[in-house]
């Protein structure tokens, strides 16, 4: 039950961070926040079964996270204050024509309006506290009543001292230190720098290999963070023991097999028993079952399918055709694939040659490094392919004299 309310609250968090128009990071260092805040007040409490009881506390607590994760990685102006968090929780508003009133008085600099006081806070700062206390309506005003007024003015004002409440309980709870809280992105980050280097390297000595360029990394980037983001959804499908470094990294794999198929036409088979490939298998289970969530397809998904980005395209061109394809053999990480993806039909004695013998198994195959004996092995089938091709054109030119 928890994990099913602790999905409808990421949900909300995604939501409110695409309707603010976040950076990607923000979110996925919000996920970690609630996690680990969650984590720690469930060591000294049965702090789940609260949150279940008290769901209005559960998305104070998600909202929160934002918030702070926003404050240390979102530039100023894009950073929302507590007003625009009290509207995304559909607190309760005040009327316009006192909103008017209000903006009037300050433009021309009046002093007389004396401040409603706010009640006193029934639970000390930093302590844990209920939601129960501050719950509200969304009741509408649409007459001048002060009393309306001020009692909507006294909830909004209890309800922020409640979320910045819960804002000191989740820093002491992390010891005040937010940068030591490990994210997908910055993982990704450092092994696309890596993929960079290695092209570098590599580039001059195997030019046949494929080469991502800067638009092509920009994707990689983009359908990882994608990745691992439906993963925080989905979190207790994998084991406990796996770390936000090796979902990073299956999660890169993906991608590059995917832009490669997409640019190439170049199919990899995953290792079934792979990071990579449960990766694989739940982006497509959820897919065709229709069971992505509203916030993830309202993000990623355009309406119009041909707005899809290419990371999109490139991993929804990949599960289709691991729906579609049936390996005879199942290899750890080998498949069956041609040599290049242009590798011409040679003819001899007006027959087409088998396609079977210019098909080789790929062995131990990775997007991840290149190994230099990998890089010779290239070179030497190169240049038997050559020598193939010289002989059967010596062949052919024979024939005709």
């Not at 702090?47 to 702070?68: A, K, P």
């Not at 696309?192 to 980037?221: H, M, P, W, Y």
Request: charged letters at 25%; glycine letters at 2%.
């Amino acid at each position: 039950m928890f994990g099913s309310l602790k999905k409808l609250i990421l949900d909300f968090i995604m939501c409110c961070h695409t309707k603010l128009r976040l950076s990607t990071p923000t979110l996925l260092l919000s996920f970690k926040i609630l996690e680990k805040y969650i984590h720690f007040r469930n060591q000294t409490q049965d702090y789940l079964t609260e949150l279940i009881d008290d769901r209005l506390q559960f998305q104070l607590i998600g909202i929160v996270s934002l918030w702070v994760s926003s404050k240390y990685i979102d530039t100023k102006y894009k950073h929302f204050n507590i007003d625009m968090l009290l509207e995304l929780i559909n607190a309760p508003q005040l009327p316009r024509f006192y909103l008017k009133e209000q903006s009037a008085k300050s433009k021309t600099g009046s002093s007389m309006s004396t401040p409603i006081g706010t009640p006193k806070m029934k639970t000390p700062i930093g302590k844990s506290t209920n939601s129960k206390y501050y719950n509200y309506d969304s009741t509408k005003i649409h007459n001048e009543d002060p009393d309306q007024i001020n009692k909507i003015i006294n909830k909004r004002n209890s309800l922020k001292r409640h979320v910045k409440t819960i804002e000191l309980d989740i820093l002491k709870k992390l010891n005040w230190c937010v940068s030591d809280i490990p994210t997908n992105d910055f993982f990704i980050d450092i092994y696309l720098r890596n993929l960079q280097t290695e092209q570098e390297v590599n580039g001059g000595i195997n030019a046949s290999f494929f080469q991502f360029d800067t638009n092509d990394i920009n994707q990689l980037k983009f359908g990882s963070q994608m990745l691992c983001e439906l993963t925080s959804f989905y979190f207790d499908l994998f084991k406990t023991d796996t770390s936000i470094l090796e979902i990073s990294e299956a999660s890169l794999q993906v991608m590059k097999l995917a832009i490669m198929n997409y640019k190439l036409d170049r199919y990899v088979h995953l290792d079934k028993s792979s990071l990579a490939y449960r990766i694989v298998k739940l982006f497509n289970n959820c897919n065709l079952k229709d069971q992505l969530p509203f916030s993830f397809k309202l993000k990623y998904f355009p309406k119009n399918a041909i707005q899809y980005p290419i990371f999109l395209k490139s991993i929804l061109g990949y599960v289709n055709i691991l729906n579609n394809s049936t390996p005879t053999c199942e290899e750890n990480t080998a498949s069956k694939v041609p040599m290049t993806p242009i590798t011409p039909d040679l003819v001899k004695d007006n027959k087409k040659r088998n396609r079977e013998a210019m098909i080789e198994s790929v062995k131990g195959e990775s997007l991840f490094s290149i190994k230099n004996e990998d890089v010779f092995d290239g070179i030497n089938r190169q240049i038997t392919k050559k020598k193939l091709m010289c002989d059967l054109k010596k062949e052919q030119i024979e024939e005709e004299f």
